[in-house]
């Protein structure tokens, strides 16, 4: 399997404009995450999903912010309109989920780096 | 809620040897996981050891081994014989067991000398 997969690896947009960055979680799981991680908050839990359902988004910083799962094996995530103080990484990760055993190891994709200017 | 918290910020440690980084957790659940990960300079996650709370006996992998106290809520990481390649930032992780979501530590760099 190639593992969780993100795109694109790296974003650069000026403020204001929209950023869509995409997952596609490994085939079989059921539960998917969207992190970010910056240097001042380290890494926040910003939504995730159970069978392609939004369970908590409580980490969702603000209404600029939205995500998706159409189907099973693709997230999407949102910033509309993207502010300089959402440059961060943003990660994507996915888990057997409910059902899935008695443990959920959550394997991560390797980030998008966005910078707004 | 729950809440993970590493106290040391950075950490160095000579090549060979033993190294430990803390973890405390507050939680009030009876069943739960911790893990550690680690995040190279190329920033992927990388799981290093799980351990299930109802398990007494202390996870083992290889080189990393882990220190869990449950009354104490403490996961301490244990690294032997530290190699370059270990450099890198270590985060532990409670996994909720209600909701399978994670609260991540606010991590621990770790330097490893030549």
């Known amino acids: 399997d190639a593992g969780v997969i993100q795109s694109p690896r790296h974003e650069v947009t000026e403020m204001g404009q929209e950023v869509t960055l995409r997952c596609k979680p490994i085939?079989?799981?059921?539960?998917l995450f969207w992190y970010r991680q910056t240097m001042m908050r380290g890494l926040e839990l910003l939504i995730y999903f159970n069978n392609n359902v939004p369970i908590d988004d409580s980490g969702m910083p603000e209404d600029r912010f939205s995500a998706k799962m159409p189907n099973a094996s693709f997230s999407t995530l949102k910033i509309q309109p993207s502010e300089p103080r959402d440059s961060a990484v943003y990660f994507c990760?996915?888990?057997?989920?409910?059902?899935?055993?008695?443990?959920?190891?959550?394997?991560f994709g390797p980030g998008t780096r966005l910078t707004v200017l | 809620a729950q809440t993970v918290t590493q106290s040391q910020p950075e950490m160095s440690v000579q090549e060979a040897e033993t190294v430990t980084l803390s973890c405390t957790y507050d939680?009030?659940?009876?069943?739960?996981?911790l893990f550690w990960y680690k995040q190279p300079p190329s920033r992927q996650m990388i799981l290093v050891i799980r351990?299930?709370?109802?398990?007494?006996q202390n996870a083992t992998e290889n080189r990393f081994s882990v220190n869990f106290q449950k009354a104490a809520k403490s996961f301490s990481l244990k690294i032997s014989d530290s190699q370059l390649g270990d450099t890198a930032m270590y985060f532990c992780?409670?996994?909720?067991?209600?909701?399978?979501?994670?609260?991540f530590g606010t991590g621990t760099r770790l330097k490893v000398l030549a």
């Open positions: 351990q299930e709370a109802y398990k007494q």
């Open positions: 992780a409670f996994e909720d067991s209600g909701t399978y979501k994670y609260i």
């Open positions: 939680t009030s659940e009876s069943n739960y996981y």
């Open positions: 085939s079989g799981h059921n539960s």
């Open positions: 990760a996915s888990s057997l989920g409910y059902g899935g055993g008695s443990y959920n190891e959550q394997f």
